[in-house]
């Protein structure tokens, strides 16, 4: 019988070395994050793939799955120790080696296997490592998979059968890009800074946008695990003015930019300008539906509201559907939904038929901006921000809050909105006029201009952002009368970065 994991053993240990250690935070709502060696040690990896497989069993799946790891100095160790886990509850790996998460989600139809488990920490510090997994093609695990799997490991619920194997898959780069560049070159010639901050994509994405076509000024694209200038993040000011910097030097039409393990991609226009993830889906929303009039489009309520109030996606009969944040949340609504695509803030976006598989792909991503170009032969990218209603948006800013306490201060700032909508008090000397509750709280006031609160899913920490089609002076009004309500819970540390 397999050994109940522990939430906490010393390292350095016979305690540590002998037996499982697996802190009960790390299963997040969508995927699984830790601090290796600190929360989860390789044993603890070990149960999480016993856990897995046991699942797997459970739901009646057939009991093969896809794996692969990030670049990162320990990740390849510890997809082996999911490896074993895997193997001892009967289930057969296919290793596809170092890979973006888009890929080991590409394999699971490539190779006709169900399930998917890639280790990767996304664009997290290093010292943390993660888990995205699922069982049903193309989604990943939502609230009750991630519960019912955390149940099953932390009291060692395992179901350990003979019937797993491992191979190795030879080569399954050039499947995926064969996949990604099997198809007309851009007839428009496009110079583009292609920006990894190191990490994996720089081994992959640079060579798919020059079978594009394009003309690429590599940044960043070396691989290497210490991060040593940023890290991997699209969302992060200090990457994307590396990108900037880069764009700006480089003459180049546009900046593309890549997260850690790939799913997502920022964009900087020819002016050197960065343009927030969700105001890029919106210029892709006018141009796909113009092709594809009357789709419905994925929101999360961290995005903009001009998907619901721009005039042409109005004209082209565009649905816009604000949804919870998060990329197990927003592929699984554009799945069920049939929404054409999804678009999240972070720069998750997920294309469905017939653009994409409904995963996220931060390359697919990139190929979509790079297309949009294409078919606007005298538009630059800034040409096509421009012309899209004047907004003012903060990026995404993030105060630490402890994981133990983050869901209840949220609870809390929720009620506090819905008591001040209900008592008719002003939000910055305006009435509230619209409350979204569905993922934290967002809240609009008359002019339009609004601000949400909600809980990292995956880091000790609260998520907010802020909007005004008025003013910038708006969009910081309303940022200082959220943090003015965040300011009244002690355990709300600093932020971040903030406007």
Same mark, same amino acid.
């Given at each position: 019988?397999?050994?109940?994991?522990?939430?906490?053993?010393?390292?350095?240990?016979?305690?540590?070395?002998?037996?499982?250690?697996?802190?009960?935070?790390?299963?997040?709502?969508?995927?699984?994050?830790?601090?290796?060696?600190?929360?989860?040690?390789?044993?603890?990896?070990?149960?999480?793939?016993?856990?897995?497989?046991?699942?797997?069993? /459970?739901?009646?799946?057939?009991?093969?799955?896809?794996?692969?790891?990030?670049?990162?100095?320990?990740?390849?160790?510890?997809?082996?120790?999911?490896?074993?886990?895997?193997?001892?509850?009967?289930?057969?790996?296919?290793?596809?080696?170092?890979?973006?998460?888009?890929?080991?989600?590409?394999?699971?139809?490539?190779?006709?296997?169900?399930?998917?488990?890639?280790?990767?920490?996304?664009?997290?510090?290093?010292?943390?490592?993660?888990?995205?997994?699922?069982?049903? /093609?193309?989604?990943?695990?939502?609230?009750?998979?991630?519960?019912?799997?955390?149940?099953?490991?932390?009291?060692?619920?395992?179901?350990?059968?003979?019937?797993?194997?491992?191979?190795?898959?030879?080569?399954?780069?050039?499947?995926?890009?064969?996949?990604?560049?099997?198809?007309?070159?851009?007839?428009?010639?496009?110079?583009?800074?292609?920006?990894? &901050?190191?990490?994996?994509?720089?081994?992959?994405?640079?060579?798919?946008? /020059?079978?594009?076509?394009?003309?690429?000024?590599?940044?960043?694209?070396?691989?290497?695990?210490?991060?040593?200038?940023?890290?991997?993040?699209?969302?992060?000011?200090?990457?994307?003015?590396?990108?900037?910097?880069?764009?700006?030097?480089?003459?180049?039409?546009? &900046?593309?930019?890549?997260?850690?393990?790939?799913? /997502?991609?920022?964009?900087?226009?020819?002016?050197?300008?960065?343009?927030?993830?969700?105001?890029?889906?919106?210029?892709?929303?006018?141009?796909?539906?113009?092709?594809?009039?009357?789709?419905?489009?994925?929101?999360?309520?961290?995005?903009?509201?001009?998907?619901?109030?721009?005039?042409? !996606?109005?004209?082209?009969?565009?649905?816009?559907?604000?949804?919870?944040?998060?990329?197990?949340?927003?592929?699984?609504?554009?799945?069920?939904?049939?929404?054409?695509?999804?678009?999240?803030?972070?720069?998750?976006?997920?294309?469905?038929?017939?653009?994409?598989?409904?995963?996220?792909?931060?390359? @697919?991503?990139?190929?979509?901006? !790079?297309?949009?170009?294409?078919?606007?032969?005298?538009?630059?990218?800034?040409?096509?921000?421009?012309?899209?209603?004047?907004?003012?948006?903060?990026?995404?800013?993030?105060?630490?809050?402890?994981?133990?306490?983050?869901?209840?201060?949220?609870?809390?700032?929720?009620?506090?909105?819905?008591?001040?909508?209900?008592?008719?008090?002003?939000?910055?000397?305006?009435?509230?006029?619209?409350?979204?509750?569905?993922?934290?709280?967002?809240?609009?006031?008359?002019?339009?201009?609004?601000?949400?609160?909600?809980?990292?899913?995956?880091?000790?920490?609260?998520?907010?952002?802020?909007?005004?089609?008025?003013?910038?002076?708006?969009?910081?009004?309303?940022?200082?009368? @959220?943090?003015?309500?965040?300011?009244?819970?002690?355990?709300?540390?600093?932020?971040?970065?903030?406007?």
């Amino acid at each position: 019988m397999y050994p109940k994991p522990q939430p906490s053993l010393t390292p350095n240990t016979y305690a540590y070395e002998s037996g499982p250690m697996v802190k009960a935070t790390g299963f997040r709502e969508y995927d699984a994050r830790w601090l290796f060696e600190k929360e989860i040690n390789l044993m603890g990896i070990q149960a999480l793939g016993m856990g897995i497989g046991t699942m797997i069993h /459970r739901m009646g799946k057939k009991p093969e799955i896809v794996t692969g790891h990030d670049f990162r100095g320990y990740s390849a160790s510890i997809k082996m120790a999911l490896v074993t886990g895997l193997m001892a509850a009967g289930v057969k790996v296919n290793d596809i080696g170092l890979a973006l998460s888009p890929m080991a989600y590409f394999a699971q139809f490539a190779l006709d296997v169900p399930c998917v488990a890639m280790v990767t920490a996304s664009h997290n510090d290093n010292g943390w490592t993660g888990v995205k997994m699922g069982v049903n /093609r193309p989604m990943t695990f939502g609230p009750d998979e991630m519960t019912k799997l955390k149940e099953i490991v932390l009291n060692a619920d395992f179901e350990l059968r003979d019937g797993g194997g491992y191979r190795f898959v030879e080569n399954f780069p050039e499947v995926y890009i064969k996949d990604l560049t099997d198809r007309p070159k851009l007839t428009r010639k496009l110079k583009v800074v292609c920006a990894c &901050g190191n990490g994996t994509a720089g081994a992959f994405a640079p060579r798919v946008l /020059r079978e594009l076509g394009c003309e690429v000024v590599e940044l960043d694209t070396e691989l290497d695990h210490t991060f040593p200038k940023y890290n991997p993040n699209p969302e992060d000011l200090e990457m994307l003015h590396a990108m900037r910097d880069a764009v700006l030097a480089s003459g180049a039409d546009v &900046g593309l930019g890549f997260d850690g393990d790939g799913d /997502r991609c920022g964009v900087v226009d020819n002016h050197g300008e960065e343009i927030f993830a969700d105001k890029v889906g919106v210029m892709l929303a006018r141009d796909l539906s113009k092709l594809y009039p009357n789709s419905t489009f994925v929101v999360d309520v961290k995005s903009t509201g001009l998907f619901a109030t721009d005039p042409e !996606l109005i004209k082209n009969g565009v649905k816009a559907d604000y949804w919870k944040t998060g990329h197990s949340y927003m592929k699984r609504r554009v799945n069920e939904s049939g929404a054409l695509v999804g678009f999240e803030k972070s720069g998750h976006y997920f294309f469905n038929k017939p653009v994409g598989r409904g995963y996220d792909d931060g390359l @697919v991503s990139a190929i979509a901006v !790079l297309d949009m170009l294409d078919r606007s032969p005298d538009k630059s990218m800034a040409d096509l921000k421009d012309a899209l209603p004047k907004t003012w948006s903060s990026p995404t800013m993030s105060p630490h809050c402890a994981d133990e306490a983050k869901y209840g201060i949220v609870e809390q700032v929720v009620k506090h909105f819905e008591d001040a909508k209900a008592k008719g008090e002003p939000v910055t000397g305006q009435p509230i006029r619209d409350l979204v509750t569905v993922n934290g709280v967002r809240v609009t006031t008359e002019d339009g201009s609004w601000g949400l609160v909600r809980a990292s899913s995956n880091k000790p920490e609260l998520v907010v952002v802020v909007e005004s089609p008025v003013s910038e002076a708006r969009m910081r009004e309303m940022f200082h009368a @959220v943090d003015a309500v965040l300011r009244t819970h002690p355990e709300v540390g600093a932020y971040n970065q903030t406007i």
